[in-house]
């Protein structure tokens, strides 16, 4: 568990208190357990050690005090009387002193792992960028930086609840207020878990979380479900009240067809911006889509034309893109994962920040069907959604039992769309299990040191999607 290990002699005054690893090594900061105990052995244990004098009197029992990361840290979690016990001082003690030594503890991510049955000694809770305080009574001694040995870094969160219909009620909780507090718990439970590697999603409390409608039907989708060249045709539609149409030509891809479309509507008076989807395992050609705005910003609304089909033409198909969740969100399959479902894009596109570098949320009432609660849209897919997660209802409900918007962000941090028991054994402790649903000390909240270190390398700051970025650990 510990880390910045140092190898000189501690200076030997009248009372020293510090912390030694399982190996007996000194600690200047102290790191998060990743690991289940493993039982009488726990290479991620610490011991406290107290050296004094020859004649001086050594404490027997010290208070520990956790504290979270903040300006004016809270204390998350307390051990009143951790008992030291005298005997043999560590080799790093000088010659003279004398020594009491506490029982093996940890920190830990929090409750269920502080109750964990195999933990023999002591635990608090602790919080990345956090730190311990060690001392007797309401006097502190010494002060341990709660760090990783991933270093410190952060990633920035923007997270929307979205409400089943315009005006409705939002998709968690009894009310507005209700539902930012649990999105902001949920985002709590992501930051501890993702702490053993080094990474914090907090404070949840400055997290940009909104509740907000569905978007109107503002996207046009050139090529649909099934995108492919023109034969050529016409294209027609209503947006907010006014005929648009477009002709177009024999041989036009989807690509080609969104940017006559969008200019059209620039003439028309509207702002029309052209997002290229990626090629469907499905598809020969990718779709476009063009989302329509009003000058202002606001969001226009489209709607089929009074007569005949959106498109006359025989291949191209037109799709007006509608977000309906009264059904469920639809998601995306195997087959349409690299681009997402008309609806997704719909949901998404509409509160795109142009940000590559913010990991964006969206929290809904449910997915179609019932096998679902999140999902993921990450970078490698290089479509025109990349770094989203959406969770529902259910996955909130979840909590500790799946860590579902941890999982899903552990997706986008890893770059990686499978999970690591699709093609090898099934490991229901990790949290990248596909299926493992347990809120006890075994289930799915562990990461391995080879997802912390794939975590930093594809999303750190030498990557493209540079979503951590160096943290000082202060909030």
């Known amino acids: 568990m510990g880390l910045d290990r140092v ?38 244990a610490v011991r406290l050690v107290a050296v004094a004098k020859p004649g001086e009197t ?17 204390p998350l979690d307390v051990i009143n009387d951790l008992e030291l016990v005298p005997g043999p001082c560590p080799a790093s003690v000088p010659a003279g002193g004398v020594c009491a030594v ?17 933990l023999t000694g002591g635990a608090l809770v602790a919080e990345l960028g956090g730190s311990l305080s060690v001392g007797q009574g309401a006097k502190t001694d010494t002060t341990f930086p709660v760090a990783s040995s991933f270093g410190k870094s952060r990633v920035k969160l923007r997270v929307r609840l979205v409400r089943l219909r315009q005006g409705g009620p939002p998709p968690i909780g009894r009310d507005t207020n209700d539902a930012v507090r649990l999105a902001r718990g949920e985002i ?100 476009s889509d063009v989302l329509v705005a009003k000058k202002t910003g606001q969001l226009a609304t489209l709607s089929a034309p009074k007569r005949g089909p959106i498109s006359t033409d025989s291949a191209l198909d037109v799709c007006i893109g509608r977000v309906s969740l009264e059904d469920g969100l639809q998601h995306f399959s195997d087959s349409v994962a690299l681009s997402g479902t008309l609806e997704e894009r719909t949901l998404i596109k509409a509160f795109d920040d142009g940000d590559p570098s913010t990991l964006d949320v969206f929290m809904v009432p449910s997915f179609g069907g019932d096998a679902r609660i999140g999902e993921s849209f990450i970078f490698t897919d290089h479509g025109a959604i990349r770094n989203v997660v959406i969770e529902d209802r259910a996955g909130l409900r979840a909590q500790r039992a799946s860590f579902t918007l941890a999982h899903e962000i552990g997706h986008v941090l890893l770059d990686q769309p499978g999970h690591p028991d699709d093609f090898q054994s099934d490991t229901p402790t990790s949290l990248m299990d596909a299926d493992a649903v347990n809120a006890t000390a075994f289930g799915p909240r562990r990461l391995s040191v080879s997802e912390c270190e794939r975590a930093h390398r594809q999303s750190g700051p030498k990557s493209l999607p540079r979503l951590l970025a160096p943290w000082s650990g202060k909030k």
């Open 7 to 44: 190898s000189s002699p501690i200076s030997l005054l009248a009372l020293s208190l510090f912390a030694i690893d399982a190996q007996g090594s000194l600690l200047q900061e102290l790191s998060i357990a990743r690991t289940p105990p493993p039982g009488a052995l726990d290479d991620e």
């Open 58 to 74: 050594l404490p027997l029992r010290v208070k520990l005090t956790s504290r979270a990361a903040e300006a004016v840290p809270q």
């Open 102 to 118: 506490s029982k093996p503890w940890r920190l830990v991510i929090d409750d269920v792992d502080r109750r964990h049955p195999r």
């Open 188 to 287: 709590d439970r992501a930051s501890s878990v993702w702490g053993v590697c080094g990474v914090s999603f907090g404070p949840s409390i400055e997290t940009d979380v909104r509740v907000v409608d569905p978007p109107p039907p503002h996207l046009l989708s050139l090529g649909c479900d099934a995108p492919a060249l023109a034969m050529g045709g016409e294209i027609a539609f209503n947006v907010d009240g006014q005929e648009a149409r477009v002709s177009i030509s024999a041989g036009t891809s989807p690509r080609g067809a969104a940017r006559r479309v969008a200019a059209e509507l620039e003439r028309l008076g509207f702002r029309a911006t052209v997002s290229d989807n990626r090629r469907t395992h499905a598809a020969t050609t990718p779709s």
